[in-house]
């Protein structure tokens, strides 16, 4: 359930027509906040993915379950969020002038935990592992996390990775079956792709068709020899039953 409290500047006129309406809220930024809820206990939930679809754009709720967008356009916005242990949520909420209040209930999800095991505790346990993987290879290695993806403002997370002086994309050899390639070391080279830990088939291109909202983080290593994303639903499941990762295949 989302409740949504908006205020609008009562100083403006409204528009005489539908068109010249629209034509005018495009041109109006609005102050965007509010908080996300359990919906049992009413505490704030902190570290919550809250992202706007329309205009691509995201923050982490903080501490206290807030989140704030500043200058953003007046319109429809489907607001969703997602956090590990509840239900995702998305809903359509009617950005006017002035300030836009949104408070958001998160249901919790019915999952199975061994012992006192919470779900704080296996994400935690998983960042643990990937940052001990990433320690261990020997070349060097980088992440981008949720935070950087849901503040990006590309479309897909392969043109997210263009976008980054760290991987230099280029394309692949006409015979190569790869559509795109790296350039690592003066080399060209097929990157290992992989996909929650899956080897994506198609590669690079593979990334086209995932969203930045809903990849939960990006490692690169070796300046783009090997690429893994891991989505949310992937994270979603090891909230619920931690796993081992796979070794890094690049040497």
Known sequence: MVWCTLAMASSLGLPATTGAQEAD???????????V??????????GAAVHLEEQNYGALTD???????????????????????YEEISAAVEMLVDSVFVEI?????PILLDGVTTVADNISTMERRFRSRRRAVPFFARVYDQERM????????????????FVRM??????WTAWRCVRRRGRIVSPRVYVDEIPAIRGLDELESYPPSQIYQIEVFSYGAEI????????????????????????
């Open 228 to 251: 893994r994303a891991y989505t949310y639903g992937f994270m979603q499941r090891m909230a619920e039953k931690p796993r081992a990762l796979m070794p890094i295949g690049w040497q």
């Open 37 to 46: 809820y359990d919906e049992l206990t009413r505490t704030p939930i902190p």
């Open 170 to 175: 280029v394309p692949c050899p006409a015979f």
């Open 25 to 35: 809220r495009t041109a109006i930024r609005v102050l965007m906040h509010g908080v």
């Open 63 to 85: 501490s206290l379950g807030r989140f704030r967008f500043e200058d953003v356009a007046a319109r429809f916005e489907v607001l969703a969020v997602v956090q590990f242990g």
């Open 150 to 165: 849901l503040r990006t403002a590309s479309a897909n997370a392969l043109e997210f990775l263009r976008s980054q002086a």
């Open 105 to 109: 209930e998160l249901t919790p999800r």
